[in-house]
């Protein structure tokens, strides 16, 4: 018999340092995730700041609007999930903010997945170059670089 075809919305999240950049910034990853309506979710600038989970945070939030996650403690890269998570590991661990890969099995109904969330190192970040800005100190260059 064949098996029925499921779908898995997934969203990559740079939090921006758990929201705390921007004012309402906590309630507003809360909001996207709910309005995304995201299956699976891989987060990247998790801090767990004042040594207060962020994983714990989110599902409670969500869970008072009456949407139910998954999350494990992570640190740096994290893992959300609608679907329960089996089993969860720092793959590539956190030195230095030299960037950080974490592994979660998931179970989607019938089926074990594996997902992944990868937060790479913040130097030489290539995409702001073409906007005229190193791609480590941020400075304004001279010029913007285009050529790849």
């Not at 679907?83 to 979660?104: M, V």
Request: proline letters at 3%; a neutral charge.
């Amino acid at each position: 018999m064949a098996q029925k075809e499921q779908s898995l919305k997934v969203l990559q999240f740079n939090i921006w340092q758990e929201g705390t950049i921007v004012p309402g910034g906590f309630d507003a990853i809360i909001d996207e995730v709910i309005r995304t309506d995201t299956d699976l979710i891989a987060l990247s600038e998790v801090r767990n700041y004042n040594d207060k989970s962020l994983a714990e945070r989110l599902v409670k939030a969500l869970a008072k609007k009456r949407h139910t996650y998954y999350s494990e403690q992570s640190e740096d890269s994290g893992i959300f999930s609608r679907y329960p998570i089996l089993s969860q590991q720092a793959l590539y661990p956190l030195h230095n903010d030299q960037g950080s890969i974490t592994k979660a099995i998931i179970k989607v109904k019938n089926t074990e997945i594996a997902f992944y969330s990868a937060h790479l190192d913040y130097l030489n970040c290539s995409l702001y170059l073409p906007r005229g800005y190193d791609s480590s100190t941020w400075n304004k260059l001279n010029n913007r670089v285009t050529d790849s």
